[in-house]
Structures are given as structure tokens and as C-alpha cells.
T-cell receptor, first 115, second 112 residues
Framework: AQSVTQLGSHVSVSEGALVLLRCNYSSSVPPYLFWYVQYPNQGLQLLLKYTTGATLVKGINGFEAEFKKSETSFHLTKPSAHMSDAAEYFCAVSDRSGGYNKLIFGAGTRLAVHP | DAEITQSPRHKITETGRQVTLACHQTWNHNNMFWYRQDLGHGLRLIHYSYGVQDTNKGEVSDGYSVSRSNTEDLPLTLESAASSQTSVYFC???????????FGPGTRLTVL
């Protein structure tokens, strides 16, 4: 069965510092992987996704993630944090059992950005 | 623009009452999902539907029901609200393909 583990429920960085949010997955089939962001009192918004092809995926707001099959990882990075990046981030893997698609979400990582 | 809406955005109810949360999408997606979000638990899947007249139980379906009579709507019903069902509820939809889901803005439900 598919599963997702996000290491670190809370991450704090300084403005301008590198952001690294970790995600490891388990999947019995080639995975489709997603990162979502949730700002306070809002729904989830797609940041980026990996399906096939290039393993380095670029998303919105300067974020990117690299699919590493050998490490079963899909870590999210941003070179320079901005105050507006403070939010909760969710990694997800697609469960394609039965020919349909569900998403299996990690527990989330809350990112704090301080001046 | 296509969108997914939820109503009401906030609801306070009493234990034992029946409550229905609405979800409406204009993406023309076949797949619709209901989640609840609680501190420390992330997103948990309640029910989902892959098309009209199709419904399936998720990991936390006890005390909830859904019905799908058209493509656009998937209302979530709490048959007899309990304090443990105080939560934020999100509806999402997806089309065919890789399973990317589009989320509504959420409904904050308080059961007193």
C-alpha cells in the first residue's frame, strides 16, 4: 500500500535561507507525487507534481522538488525563503489501485519564516 | 473560471443534530472527495465518489454519509453530530489522469 512520511512537523528558517521540507514515500507502482501548500484558513493549493519524465520538477512561488527513486524521496526546496512562504505543506502520493486515483497525504509540515 | 465551493463556511450545531455540508464543483470532474483536518492528524479521507451513484468509504467514515446524484455535487451528511466531529472539512475533486485534486475553501464545523 502507498504511504507518505514527512520528516519534521515544524520547520523554522530565517528569511532568505534555504527551505528544505522532506518527504519519503512508499509505493508498489511508479508513483505520482504532489506537494500542496495550505495558507491559514484556506484550502490546499497545488505547488507542483511529478508524474513521469524529468525528475526535477519546478512549481509555483520558486519551489522545486526532485524525485529520487533510489531514495524513495520527493523533497521540496526553495533557495531563499520569504515571509509569505509561512504555511503548512503537504506531500502526497497517488494511490492508483483499482484503476482510480486517490491521494495519500503525509501529516504535513508547518513552515515558519522569521526575519 | 471553474471552481469548487463549499457551504456553509462556518457552522455551529448541537450534539445529536443532523448536519449537511455542501460541496459543488464546476470542473466537470468525475471524482470527488471529502476530508477532515484535525491538529496532529493531517488530512483524513471520509468518503469519495468516482461518478454519479458511486460512493465509497474512506478511513474515517463512521457517522458520515454521502450521496452523488449529479456530477457537480457531493453533500456530506452527519447523521447525528458528535463533539468528536468538530473539525475543518474539505471537499476536493479530480478528473481523469494523474489524480491531481482541487480543493474547496473548507467548512469549519463546531459541535457543542
Amino acid at each position: 500500500a502507498q504511504s507518505v512520511t514527512q520528516l519534521g512537523s515544524h520547520v523554522s528558517v530565517s528569511e532568505g535561507a534555504l527551505v528544505l521540507l522532506r518527504c519519503n514515500y512508499s509505493s508498489s507502482v511508479p508513483p505520482y507525487l504532489f506537494w500542496y501548500v495550505q495558507y491559514p484558513n484556506q484550502g490546499l493549493q497545488l505547488l507542483l507534481k511529478y508524474t513521469t519524465g524529468a525528475t526535477l520538477v519546478k512549481g509555483i512561488n520558486g519551489f522545486e522538488a526532485e524525485f529520487k527513486k533510489s531514495e524513495t524521496s520527493f523533497h521540496l526546496t526553495k533557495p531563499s525563503a520569504h515571509m509569505s512562504d509561512a504555511a503548512e505543506y503537504f506531500c502526497a502520493v497517488s494511490d492508483r489501485s483499482g484503476g482510480y486515483n486517490k491521494l495519500i497525504f503525509g501529516a504535513g509540515t508547518r513552515l515558519a519564516v522569521h526575519p | 473560471d471553474a471552481e469548487i465551493t463549499q457551504s456553509p463556511r462556518h457552522k455551529i450545531t448541537e450534539t445529536g443534530r443532523q448536519v449537511t455540508l455542501a460541496c459543488h464543483q464546476t470542473w466537470n470532474h468525475n471524482n470527488m472527495f471529502w476530508y477532515r483536518q484535525d491538529l496532529g492528524h493531517g488530512l483524513r479521507l471520509i468518503h469519495y465518489s468516482y461518478g454519479v451513484q458511486d460512493t465509497n468509504k474512506g478511513e474515517v467514515s463512521d457517522g458520515y454519509s454521502v450521496s452523488r446524484s449529479n456530477t457537480e455535487d457531493l453533500p456530506l451528511t452527519l447523521e447525528s453530530a458528535a463533539s468528536s466531529q468538530t473539525s475543518v472539512y474539505f471537499c476536493a475533486s479530480s478528473g481523469t489522469g494523474v489524480g491531481e485534486q482541487f480543493f474547496g475553501p473548507g467548512t469549519r464545523l463546531t459541535v457543542l
